[in-house]
């Protein structure tokens, strides 16, 4: 991912719009890529310290931005998850189908 698509996604990633593959590839760059953190952390301080700043709380943009990144960490890891899970259960029911077949067309 460039920084011009990176920068294109913060918004989406804000509202927690961003699929699966966005969503890791959007992590990756914001990790190794200096200005695209800085992109965010400038876009999740107007968004959230606003709401923040309007009900009188502290806001700790460090520590609330990396709560932040690591629930979208924790997200796309059950997301791959359950991908993972849904490849294996179709992988065992084709096997499964294969052997079914395999058995009728050597019993019959
Ligand atoms: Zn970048």
Redesign the pocket.
Same mark, same amino acid.
């Given at each position: 991912m460039n +920084?011009k698509r990176?920068v294109q996604l913060v918004p989406a990633f804000l509202k927690d719009e961003l699929d699966t593959d966005d969503l890791r590839d959007f992590i990756e760059?914001v990790d190794t890529?200096e200005? +695209?953190r800085e992109e965010l952390t400038i876009e999740f301080l107007v968004k959230e310290g606003i709401i923040h700043l309007e009900s009188g709380e502290v806001f700790d943009l460090g520590r609330e931005l990396g709560a932040r990144m690591k629930a979208a960490n924790h997200r796309l890891r059950i997301r791959e998850n359950v991908k993972i899970i849904y490849y294996a259960i179709s992988g065992l029911v084709a096997v499964e189908l294969v052997t079914v077949i395999l058995i009728l067309v050597f019993l019959y």
């Open positions: +920084c990176a760059h890529c200005e +695209c």
